[in-house]
């Protein structure tokens, strides 16, 4: 049974780091994509970064610049290094990850950026 174990989240002034960590548990299979999403209150979950198997990357605009997805495929873990935190990047923050047909989520780690 594959279990994605978060960490790195917490309170940061505006203009702070944090680096989120992911790892996929349970599984040896290849995995395909890994990426985080957020969900603000009041908000849909949104995709923030993404990288795929081949190192394809995604962002939502907003983190562009400020924001780096990468990965340890050996360990199987995603990492999200946050710069410039801005007030409006709080919320929870979800990792996720691709194995063949499926997707797997983590529980969740809060992000909260005070201005």
Request: net charge positive.
């Amino acid at each position: 049974q594959v279990r994605m174990v978060e960490s790195g989240g917490g309170l940061v002034q505006a203009g702070g780091s944090l680096r989120l960590s992911c790892a996929a548990l349970g599984t040896s299979l290849s995995i395909n994509a890994m990426g985080w999403y957020r969900q603000a209150p009041g908000k849909k979950r949104e995709l923030v970064a993404g990288i795929t198997a081949g190192g394809d990357l995604d962002y939502v605009d907003s983190v562009k610049g400020r924001f780096t997805v990468f990965r340890d495929v050996t360990k199987n873990t995603v990492y999200l290094q946050m710069n410039s935190l801005k007030p409006e990047d709080t919320g929870n923050y979800f990792c996720n990850a691709t194995i063949g047909s499926h997707q797997f989520w983590g529980q969740g780690t809060q992000v909260t950026v005070s201005s």
